[in-house]
């Protein structure tokens, strides 16, 4: 059993962020059918579905009846969101904990952060009722002091970026985690490391649009395919030489394949 599977509904996004690697892949969005037939094939591997890899899940169309179905099929729905379309979801009871990236937000996109995070404000005091809330803000973004500011006048809080701990809790079911930025893995990043281990493939594994299954969320491209959830038994993908070699360099802390030995995610 996996600890969980990333899914990804869409590849589409509607922000194009700076630090975001940035869709190379046709767009697609997963159809209701192709998504019934993921849940049946993944529901002795995980009990735990993230909406997450790339692309913003709230721009699908089907995102409620997503979240409702895989809840009827025993599954906990975990999303990961630029917090821009969050009204999409506000009357969702299904949603195990809802990761709200603030880190996204930038005036370009032509709302003022008192807005962006009023809007959210709004639909976390509905939400956070029955689901995990998660703020993520990072470091270094031209953003965070203001943003800081927002959140403990909305909590009551005393926040800083040198007192926030990782879930550091703002009011019941509401929690926010402060990290730094790291390098996207890609083969054109100047990052090289062959030593370290990883949780991919013993705590989870990624299933981009198409249905090509990935090691883990970070695996954007799809560049280390392990096979396709369509064509492919999980079983025989999981006993394939591939998947049983990066699995035991890892256990021997060591990198096996080149996407890894592009990724700083745990080592920085």
Known sequence: MYKKIYLEITNNCNLSCSFCIKNSRPNMFLSKDNFINILDKIKDYTNYLYFHILGE????????????????????????????????????????????????????????????MSNIFNVVDVLSQNTYISYRI???????????????????????????KNNSTLSKNVFISIN?????????????????????????IGILVDGTIVPCCLDTKGIIKLGNIYK?????????????????????????????????????
């Open 57 to 116: 899940p709230l721009l699908h169309p089907n995102i409620n009846e997503f979240i409702n179905i895989a809840n009827e099929n025993k599954f906990k729905v975990n999303i990961t969101t630029n917090g821009y379309l969050i009204k999409n979801i506000i009357d969702n009871k299904n949603i195990r904990q809802l990761n709200i990236s603030l880190h996204s937000y930038n005036e370009i996109y032509k709302i003022d952060l008192q807005e962006y």
């Open 138 to 164: 990072w470091l270094k973004n031209k953003y965070t002091e203001e943003i800081l500011k927002l959140l403990n006048k909305k909590y009551n809080t005393n926040l800083t970026i040198d007192n926030i």
């Open 180 to 204: 730094e930025e790291f390098i996207w893995p890609s083969l054109d990043n100047n990052y090289y490391s062959e030593i370290g281990n990883c949780y991919a493939l013993k705590d989870h």
């Open 232 to 268: 492919d038994n999980l079983t025989d993908v999981i006993n394939s030489d591939r998947y049983q070699g990066m699995l035991n360099g890892f256990k021997h802390n060591k990198k096996c394949e080149l996407l890894c030995k592009k990724c700083n995610f745990l080592d920085k």
